[in-house]
């Protein structure tokens, strides 16, 4: 029997696969995706002209030009990017071959595997929730092709009810399915997308415009009181070898044998530290660390590397004490921090000479040199001048206007020609507290450059000349709303008033807040967040664990089995309800009540015994019939029959 | 309502699954005894695409891949209750059986009634033949199934099963039932046109040996009960109403059908040829009476006579 799905079906099928789809266009090679939506389209086209569709051969020719751009596309047969164009591209041919029953649900399960291939490429929630959306509409195709007479509202509405009866189920297996360390295999994995962030190097002179992405990098929260905007330093990266223009970190050898962990005292914070996808495998710790969980180290530089994969979130628990003196150096680390690229010109050294006492010593020069920013003509600015040559040099003595990257490269540059080791440090400052969640949001436009200096007794010292220019950089951070709402970022210049910016402002940190759980609870729910987790509940084996499942299982499937199974009320017709009392009264008259006869026979047969009785039972026949199967019966006709049955007397 | 309790080993019998329970003469009620549920080979591939989702957030360490493995794992498990419910409580009855001759498809009616409020989408019945209905919230529909029929006499239907492989189709709820609902199966008329018997059977006056259509007596207006043979076509055919032809003889002529006098080579051959003849018989509109061993129907017509007999040659 030739298979003729129905048109219902098919637009429910290709709807969700095309919506399940969709998000794909930003992630595989615009020419697969182009290939996929052609099938689409050509199969859509054939559910009204279906004598369009392609035969045998031109599907065969199909699949060879699918292998062939896979072959192109593709530099490799496995990993995310390889698995998703493949299942696409296999989706879009399966399309065109619909003969049977078995094939819609061939589709309907690869429409499934690109739908969690989705998930490879975002884990947001809006993304989770789209594809719960979608996956209800696939669903209701399935229900769809098993009605007989199927009806689109029905179907949907029975597939969002089988959800969201699967959910508490999925929740439990959620948390309690044991999630092991997957082995990293190298050859899943795909290049490192583009992701902004600080890199390896500084070149604050090529830089015209700093960049002031609203996008997250990592997110705190701390165990009790916040530190002081002033202290809200998130350690990355350190540049000390520079050429003049550029800088970078110093040769990493022999430093990884060197974390001297440097004398703590004062209060230390505890907190937990989740890192946004990054480019890079540091954690920005709050300076400086003391304490931090497996995984991470810490390098030469006192700054945190982790050993996962960046490109995943993790959450890292850590303790920072801000008060800190990491102690001596050693004479190739100072070395290295006196670098300095040739002889520096005359007004360098002039400058210098200016800037420091007779004893040379290194706390007054740094102080006057802080002095001589702020008194000087300096500003801070977000776009100043591009400086391709001598960029200190024409820093410090034209443009006098840069950010935080020109400060600081200027000061240690300045604090080297003084002979005083310093470095620049890379990192973050600042960050927005989410009141909702309470916790420090950072973002990139929070990224920062200070330097530090290493000072006999004391060990290497945190200097922000920023602070010194634009004390209100540190001190309240970058609004990144108002400097997107000011124009900074955005070309058109929107009007917001301070009451519509706190609005939004609200409205994101909320927004921020549910995501904040999201990513901590769902997205990085793993080995160790379920291990805590179960222990709290007292679970610490496999055996309690399999108990619980079960228990678990048992108890959801009784609820549902309850609340499905139990019989259903019927919703009785009044009508019937009094018609029936009607009819047990004309049974006590000894007149039978044949369950097979018509109201008519039954009444005809009634009024034949009971001619006393004959009008009162054509009347209430009459009303039962009209209000029963006649469309035109009155809201009064209950009423009346109601007294009619009731004044009835046998 | 379902009948008493099964003992366990009623319980545990194998053919319960395929050929149902004792047959029943009153309704049945699906209850969760009468119902059996597993998953189809789609159900089985969905097991499968679940294990791929889960490996998928093994390999890549995604939670929400896993999460979207569990959820359609859930939703197969909540499917299972959701294929009792597509036949739960449905009630189904045996309705009046129509009698046919042997060799036609037996038609076997069935009453289906879904007394509760929730809608039945999709329902298959199989006896020999399929069908596939959907019913309202309380609504009851009547489904005549067909099944061969080859031996004369009371045959039973076999087992209906009806089941349901709603809402995914990842399984399938069946019920195989069976009604103690007889069928009555008269002989298969004989093919061969033998003339009518000149037949006497001795203690009642001459049997007619004449054909209608002998003495041709007039044309009067048709009646009810007139044969279709005494139509007279012509003056049909010229617009002239419908009319019969008149036969003088014809209403007093009588048919003894004796089965002693039936050629045949045994029994069923010979109860074939009485049954041809009570056919034409009472299409011809002769009065005709049955004569079998230890039987004997006086002549008579009409449809009540000619059921009476029919079933007497079928339960000979």
Known sequence: ?650 | MSAAALSLKQRLKLSRFFSGEAPAAGPIVLTQRRVFILPTQRGLAFVLLILLLVLIGFVYNNNLAYLLGFLLASIFFVTILHSFKALAGLTIQPARQQAVFAGQAGPFSFQISNPGSQPRFAIDLVLQSELAISLAAEQAQIVTLYQPTRQRGWQLPGTLTISSTYPLGLFRAWAPLRFDSPLLVYPKPASQQLPFPDSDDGQDKPGQNRRSGDEFDGVRAYQRGDAIRQIHWKAFAKGQGVHSKYYSGASSSELWLDYQHTPGHHLEERLSQLCRWLVDAEQAGLRYGLVLPGLRLPPDNGAAHYRQCLQALALF
């Open chain 1, 1 to 650: 029997m030739p298979f003729l799905p129905s048109t219902r079906l098919m637009l429910f099928m290709l709807g969700s696969i095309g919506l399940i789809t969709l998000p794909h266009a930003w992630h595989i090679p615009p020419v697969l995706f182009g290939f996929f939506t052609l099938m689409l389209l050509w199969r859509l086209f054939g559910v009204w002209r279906p004598s369009y569709l392609p035969n045998r051969l031109t599907v065969f020719l199909l699949m060879l030009a699918g292998i062939g751009l896979l072959y192109s596309q593709q530099h490799s047969v496995f990993g995310r990017d390889a698995g998703t164009g493949l299942f696409v591209v296999a989706l879009g041919l399966k399309l065109l071959e619909i003969h049977g029953k078995r094939d819609v649900y061939v589709i309907v399960y690869l429409a499934f595997i690109v739908a969690v291939t989705q998930f490879l490429y975002e884990e947001s929630i809006l993304m989770a929730l789209y594809i719960l959306l979608v996956c209800g509409v696939l669903l209701a195709t399935l229900i769809t092709q098993n009605s007989q007479a199927p009806q689109t509202l029905p179907a949907l509405k029975t597939s969002a009810a089988l959800i969201l009866q699967s959910l508490p189920l999925a929740l439990v297996l959620f948390v309690l399915f044991p999630r092991l360390e997957a082995p990293h295999w190298s050859w899943l994995d795909d290049d490192t997308q583009a992701r902004s962030g600080l890199s390896n190097t500084l070149e604050p002179g090529s830089i015209a415009e700093l960049s002031l992405s609203p996008e997250l990098v990592f997110r705190v929260k701390f165990d009790g009181e916040l530190p002081p905007p002033a202290q809200r330093y998130w350690r990355g990266p350190v540049y000390a070898s520079t050429d003049g223009v550029r800088w970078r970190a110093p040769p990493v050898l022999g430093r990884e044998n060197n974390p001297d962990q440097p004398a703590f005292t004062g209060t230390a914070y505890d907190y937990t530290l989740m890192m946004e996808p990054q480019k890079q495998n540091w954690v920005f710790a709050l300076e400086m660390p003391t304490q931090f969980a497996g995984g991470l180290r810490r390098n030469g530089l006192y700054q945190l590397i982790s050993n996962k994969n960046p490109g995943d979130r993790a959450e890292y628990r850590l303790s920072s004490s801000p008060a800190y003196n990491t102690g001596g150096i050693s004479k190739t680390e100072r070395r290295e921090n006196l670098q300095v690229p040739g002889k520096p010109s005359v007004r360098i050294v002039e400058l210098v000479r200016q800037l420091q006492d007779k004893q040379a010593r290194p706390e007054l020069f740094i102080g006057n040199l802080l002095q001589h920013f702020r008194q000087e003509n300096f500003h801070y600015t977000l776009s100043p001048d591009p400086m391709p040559d001598q960029p200190i040099e024409t820093f410090l003595f034209e443009r006098r206007a840069g950010f935080c990257s020109h400060y600081a490269t200027a000061f240690v540059y300045l604090l080297r020609v003084a002979e005083i080791p310093a470095r620049v440090v890379g990192g973050y400052q600042g960050g927005q507290i989410n009141e909702v969640g309470g916790f420090l949001e950072i973002r990139q436009a929070d990224a920062h450059a200070w330097a530090e200096a290493w000072l006999e007794g004391r060990g290497w010292v945190r200097f922000d000349p920023t602070a010194a220019i634009a004390p209100e950089r540190i001190e309240r951070g970058v609004n990144v709303d108002l400097q997107i709402a000011s124009g900074a970022v955005n070309f058109s210049p929107v009007q917001l008033d301070a009451k519509t910016l706190s609005w939004l402002q609200r409205g994101r940190q909320l927004w921020q807040s549910v995501d904040y759980n999201w990513q901590r609870w769902i997205i990085n729910y793993d080995t160790v967040n379920q291990k805590a987790f179960l222990q709290s509940l007292g679970i610490n084996d496999f055996v309690k664990l399999g108990y619980w499942l079960l228990i678990s299982i048992a108890g959801i499937g009784g609820i549902l089995a309850w609340r499905l199974l139990r019989p259903n009320r019927r919703r009785q017709d009044p009508a019937l309800v009094l018609y029936r009392q009607f009819c047990a009264k004309l049974s006590k008259a000894g007149i039978e009540v044949d369950a097979g006869d018509g109201p008519k026979t039954l009444a005809e047969r009634a009024a034949h015994r009971r001619p006393d009785l004959a009008e009162s039972i054509g009347r209430i026949t009459a009303i039962f019939i009209r209000l029963r199967y006649q469309a035109d019966s009155k809201t009064s006709d209950l009423q009346v029959l109601k007294t009619l049955v009731a004044s009835f007397r046998v």
